[in-house]
């Protein structure tokens, strides 16, 4: 059926309380890195049943984690549309804030659908395990040093 999912997690790396009500920001780029036309589904109602949970108010304390995640189809429902494959993701934990890019680990294949979708943010279970953290501290974004990012990793 072509479904797709990647999950999301946002970690509070700073010393305050962080807080998320809603959904990530999502853009998807192609191998030039040029911005991919697409729509943004908040929840999954277009994409699949049974996900779609409403967006809560989350306050995440030092070293709590929240996730989300992306779902799309590889679907191809007009021959004559040339399908769309994606490589490159960023993420913002909400309108406003700053981008991180996010490994899709393989294409973002959306067939000739022209959408995505996005849970909203949930606090992690603190009893699921903390994937391991890379060696080095991830290369700072694309964000002018004007602006000051949260205290946040995705």
């Not at 998807?28 to 943004?40: A, C, G, H, N």
């Amino acid at each position: 059926m072509g479904l797709r999912a990647l999950g999301l997690e946002l970690v509070n790396c700073g010393e305050r309380p962080y807080q998320l009500n809603g959904y990530p920001v999502l853009h998807v780029f192609d191998e030039q890195r040029e911005p991919i036309m697409l729509r943004v589904v908040n929840g999954a109602k277009e994409i699949t049943s049974g996900f779609d949970q409403p967006p809560r108010e989350v306050t995440l304390a030092t070293g709590e984690r929240a996730t989300a995640v992306v779902l799309w189809r590889n679907l191809v429902t007009d021959s004559t549309v040339v399908a769309t494959n994606g490589e490159f993701l960023t993420v913002a934990p909400a309108a406003g804030q700053p981008a991180e890019e996010v490994d899709p680990d393989g294409p973002i294949d959306l067939g000739n659908t022209g959408r995505i979708g996005v849970s909203a943010w949930k606090k992690a279970d603190p009893s699921t395990p903390v994937p391991s953290q890379p060696a080095a501290p991830p290369a700072p974004s694309a964000v002018p040093s004007s602006v000051s990012p949260p205290d946040s990793r995705l």
